[in-house]
């Protein structure tokens, strides 16, 4: 079946503006995750929503950013008034949440540039 | 968040070498995970360690889960040029599944 899908792949935006990354997951994942990677670092956790509860948003770093799941599927991240720092490749993963092991299945990504 | 610490952070070896990496916390995790990054692209996952002691093959590669659940260890025996990536730990934090991500370490085998 399909992975998960990102797009746009690429996104060059001016500081300032705001963004929408979008995610498209795993047909019966119930659980999805938003990730930030900068250049040569590991991963850094956003955003989870699992199944009807409410999202764990603890590692969002500003309120700059936010993000929702419409229908239990699709998920859009948005980024408001964007800043350089912002800039970095935004991963998106789904599982199948609880009776799973965990294990997430990543989109290719979406490389945000912010000049 | 636990502390989570991977070693080396950077690996650069010749074709045909042996490598290990590590995965080390103070805190007992009931599984881990393993998962792979090649340059522009997500994670795939290698391996799920579930059981402490555990060791899970995958042909060249060898994945052990420490006896206390706190620790894990990746071995890679003659390593290849594909073999390079980003090497990522990721124990399960919660029921549904939440990973913590080590920040890596970047395994390069040059031919």
């Known amino acids: 079946g399909a992975g998960v899908s990102q797009s746009p792949s690429n996104k060059v935006t001016e500081k300032g503006k705001d963004v929408e990354l979008r995610c498209d997951p795993i047909s019966g994942h119930t659980a999805l995750y938003w990730y930030r990677q900068s250049l040569g670092q590991g991963l850094e956790f956003l955003i989870y929503f699992q199944g009807n509860s409410a999202p764990d948003k603890s590692g969002l770093p500003s309120d700059r950013f936010s993000a929702e799941r419409t229908g239990g599927s699709v998920s859009t991240l948005t980024i408001q008034r964007t800043q350089q720092e912002d800039s970095a490749v935004y991963l998106c993963?789904?599982?199948?949440?609880?009776?799973?092991?965990?294990?997430?299945?990543f989109g290719p990504g979406t490389r945000l540039t912010v000049t | 968040t636990q502390l989570l610490e991977q070693s080396p952070q950077f690996l650069s070896i010749q074709e045909g070498e042996n490598l290990t990496v590590y995965c080390n916390s103070s805190s007992v995790f009931s599984s881990l995970q393993w998962y792979r990054q090649e340059p522009g692209e997500g994670p795939v996952l290698l391996v799920t360690?579930?059981?402490?002691?555990e060791v899970k093959k995958l042909k060249r590669l060898t994945f052990q889960f420490g006896d206390a659940r706190k620790d894990s260890s990746l071995h890679i025996t003659a390593a290849q040029p594909g073999d390079t990536g980003l090497y990522l730990c990721?124990?399960?934090?919660?029921?549904?599944?939440?990973?913590?991500f080590g920040a890596g370490t970047q395994v390069v085998v040059t031919p």
């Open positions: 360690v579930v059981t402490g002691g």
């Open positions: 993963a789904s599982s199948l949440g609880q009776g799973g092991q965990g294990e997430q299945y």
């Open positions: 990721a124990p399960r934090t919660d029921s549904w599944g939440k990973l913590q």
